[in-house]
């Protein structure tokens, strides 16, 4: 069954602190695994999309990095406007579907 | 562009009411879909749409109904709202090449309904 797990829940950093947020996934034949940052009362805004294992993308402070099962994506120096929810979704090559994690919840103080 | 838009913002019914939830995208989009978002369990496909007069059904289909009648429109209907029902729902749109299947979504705002 095609899955799709973040962690942590919630991340707490000062601003400053790097850390990293990680999404597993398991599905069958990966076509794309994409990243969003939601805030709160908006919808899912794009990120990144990663096709294959080894490729890694850049956007300010934000890089997502993807292997065979996860993908890491790696917030360098946070700001306190890098709060937000961070999701996670795959897309399998069978279906024209898209399976998204329940996120992590960053809060950056400052 | 506008992107994608949602109507209404906000909406309250009463169970067993029926109502429709309109969805527009300007980007000429042929993928359509329709989510609904509940704290702690993610994003879950409702129904969505590969081009106009076409939909099929995602995750979590009952009690719902869609339509695709124009390529930049795509409808959600409840017939019969349940508490079950209540929930935060997101439209998307995306682009897509053939054989090489469906690129990242655009959402829109959302749109926040209570069944009572």
């Known amino acids: 069954e095609d899955q799709v797990t973040q962690s942590p829940e919630a991340l707490r950093l000062q601003e400053g602190e790097s850390s990293s947020l990680n999404c597993s996934y398991t599905v069958s034949g990966l076509r794309g695994l994409f990243w969003y940052r939601q805030d709160p009362g908006k919808g899912p805004e794009f990120l990144f999309t990663l096709y294959s294992a080894g490729e890694e993308k850049e956007k300010e402070r934000l890089k997502a990095t993807l292997t065979k099962k996860e993908s890491f994506l790696h917030i360098t120096a946070p700001k306190p406007e890098d709060s937000a929810t961070y999701l996670c979704?795959?897309?399998?090559?069978?279906?024209?579907?898209?399976?998204f994690g329940s996120g992590t919840k960053l809060n950056v103080k400052p | 562009n506008a992107g994608v838009t949602q109507t209404p913002k906000f909406r309250v019914l009463k169970t067993g009411q029926s109502m429709t939830l309109l969805c527009a995208q300007d980007m000429n989009h042929e993928y359509m879909y329709w989510y609904r978002q509940d704290p702690g369990m993610g994003l879950r496909l409702i129904h969505y749409?590969?081009?106009?007069?076409?939909?099929a059904k995602g995750e979590v289909p009952d009690g719902y109904n869609v339509s695709r009648l124009k390529k930049q429109n795509f409808l959600l209907g409840l017939e019969s709202a349940a508490p079950s029902q209540t929930s935060v729902y997101f439209c998307a749109s995306s682009y897509s090449m053939p054989g090489q299947g469906t690129y990242e979504q655009y959402f829109g705002p959302g749109t926040r309904l209570t069944v009572t």
């Open positions: 979704a795959v897309q399998a090559y069978n279906f024209n579907k898209f399976y």
């Open positions: 749409s590969v081009g106009e007069g076409t939909t």
